[in-house]
């Protein structure tokens, strides 16, 4: 019997597997990839639940690669939802609750093809299935972990793709080949505290954050590239937590998100930022801490055979070419382009992580024979 991608997506919408708990999805995951033929491994490492699954031989000619999550954004305020977050409800053909979009009926869709497709036209190749737990955590020890495992075990996908929803609007309209990157920084100014009567005994260190936090915000970091939208940065917070009306601060910090095109690294925005952090801090006399964490770099995985070879079964299964983007945030393809060649492509991703998520129910029949197209056109 085939495997619904209906059925599969409730059902793993009824595991409650908010990061980090695994909830039960990867379990069921296992056991029926297991049924089905593949050789499966958990690669679970620091608390985080991950599944590596292969049909067919290790090392062969050619071997195409799915990658997906199981984890999901918590619920937030429980009384805001119409229906159970976990209860995979089905009304007005849509599919409710947590993951719903953001990505299990993506996993289920492609776990769904894969296994009828070894059944029905056994390849002349492999199938690898990477699904990890800790896509919407810090992503430390998911998919990261998963690629250190297959490096240590021989496994090497020819090609990835990335489940994750890509259509802002309309099923099939747009695919990504490459992704921003991403860099927060932080910023910790100190200076002297004082009498607010007697500004001349104290270093203000608000001043020096608002002229800092002003020219980073000023600054244009570039115009765009041939596949990217300009860099934005953006300040996402400034905390003094002073109570007081008649005190003048000793510290106070900033928080900036950069998201960055090709033209720029995680090392040269640093760059950047250092010297203005040095600059403004010599102009006022205070002291300026700069730390940052780069969440992934930019990529692009250049127009070519894998993204003809998507488009294609899109265009033979919904009627439309859909467009090659590099928009949006951070997804596991950064880690995955390390491997192997990588694009993402899924349903509409409108209410992922909102109130109510839900997912038509049409289109994850639609994206399982998207994927069922892809492998049948991969291994022709």
Known sequence: MPIDPVDLTARLVRCPSVTPDEGGALVLLEELLTEAGFDCTRVDR?????????????????????????????????????????GAEIKDGFLYGRGSTDMKSGVAAFVAAAIDFVQQTPPDGAIAISITGDEEGDATDGTVALLDYMKEAGEQMSVCLVGEPTSPNEMGEMMKVGRRGSLTAFFTVTGTQGHSAYPHRANNPIPALMRLMDRLASHELDQGSDHFD??????????????????????????????????????SLIDWLQSEVDDVAKSFGVKIALSVKVSGESFLTPPGELSDLVAK????????????????????????????????????????????????????????????????????
Not at 75 to 85: E, F, K, L, N
Not at 235 to 264: C, E, K, M, W
């Open 46 to 86: 620091n608390g985080t639940s991950n599944l590596y699954a292969r049909w067919g031989r290790k090392g062969a000619n050619r071997t195409f690669g799915f990658n997906g999550h199981t984890d999901v954004v918590p619920i937030g305020d429980a009384a805001a939802w119409t229906v159970d977050p976990f």
């Open 313 to 380: 079964a899109v265009k033979a299964e919904l009627g439309r070419t859909p467009e090659l983007s590099t928009s949006g945030g951070t997804s596991d393809a950064r880690f995955m382009k390390d491997h192997c060649p990588v694009v993402e492509f899924g349903l509409v991703g409108k209410t992922m992580h909102s109130v109510d998520e839900r997912v038509e129910v049409a289109q994850i029949g639609q994206l399982k024979s998207i994927y069922t197209r892809i492998l049948s056109d991969y291994f022709a």
């Open 230 to 267: 300009p860099s934005t940065l953006a300040i996402v917070t400034v905390d003094t937590g002073n109570p007081a009306t008649n005190v003048i601060p000793a510290q106070t910090r900033a928080t900036v998100n950069i998201r960055f095109n090709d033209l720029h690294s995680g090392a």
